[in-house]
T-cell receptor
Framework: ETGVTQSPTHLIKTRGQQVTLRCSSQ?????VSWYQQALGQGPQFIFQ???????GRGNFPPRFSGLQFPNYSSELNVNALELDDSALYLC??????????????FGPGTRLTVL | AQTVTQSQPEMSVQEAETVTLSCTYD???????LFWYKQPPSRQMILVIR??????QNATENRFSVNFQKAAKSFSLKISDSQLGDAAMYFC????????????FGEGTQLTVNP
């Protein structure tokens, strides 16, 4: 069984640029959630994709967008980067989009630094 | 909106002893799920234990157990026979039964295990 993987591990961008982060879900999982974790804080929910459709969104502006592909891997895109976007971005996959047995398994994260 | 509060930013314990991490949450819902995740320096969030709100029995996973007090909206984690590998940031998380896989996290408790 393959776990959740994310790429790249680290990324440095400058303010105003655009970035794409990638996530491969655990084998058999059809749901992917993205979280932003600022330094010293708990993760904040960005959005969730279930079977290629956005299925819930947190309090993040539209410049945060995503995709889920037929193989259930996912991308997080952030446009017009701001300094406050510097954070660890975590991807989590699960099977069931909120069903009682649904448990999320996390990837190792992508550390984004915006200069 | 649901909120999760962890009032202990840092805790320490001697190896082989027991430590309890506190978590309280606020919700108007009656059916939900609670989780404890561990985040070591490697950054990968690891599920420690989960509790369904409709179950009165406290969950147990080997050395980890919870004290779930639904009326008090309290969900503490007890780690018995602490090991050096238990050192990590611990996050309490809430998931509504009706909001898909979305997790709401607390701010975390940094646990240090002293040899």
């Amino acid at each position: 069984e393959t776990g959740v993987t994310q790429s790249p591990t680290h990324l440095i961008k400058t303010r105003g640029q655009q970035v794409t982060l990638r996530c491969s879900s655990q084998s058999g999982h059809n749901t992917v959630s993205w979280y932003q974790q600022a330094l010293g804080q708990g993760p904040q929910f960005i959005f969730q994709y279930y079977r290629e459709e956005e299925n819930g969104r947190g309090n993040f502006p539209p410049r945060f967008s995503g995709l889920q592909f037929p193989n259930y891997s996912s991308e997080l895109n952030v446009n017009a980067l701001e300094l406050d976007d510097s954070a660890l971005y975590l991807c989590a996959s699960s099977l069931g989009a909120g069903t009682p047995t649904d448990t999320q398994y996390f990837g190792p994260g992508t550390r984004l630094t915006v200069l | 909106a649901q909120t999760v509060t962890q009032s202990q930013p840092e805790m320490s314990v001697q190896e082989a002893e027991t430590v309890t991490l506190s978590c309280t949450y606020d919700t108007s819902e009656s059916d939900y799920y609670l989780f404890w995740y561990k985040q070591p320096p490697s950054r990968q969030m690891i599920l420690v234990i989960r509790q369904e709100a409709y179950k009165q029995q406290n969950a147990t996973e080997n050395r980890f157990s919870v004290n779930f007090q639904k009326a008090a909206k309290s969900f503490s984690l007890k780690i018995s026979d602490s090991q050096l590998g238990d050192a990590a940031m611990y996050f309490c998380a809430y998931r509504s039964r009706t909001s898909g896989s979305r997790l709401t996290f607390g701010e975390g408790t940094q646990l240090t295990v002293n040899p």
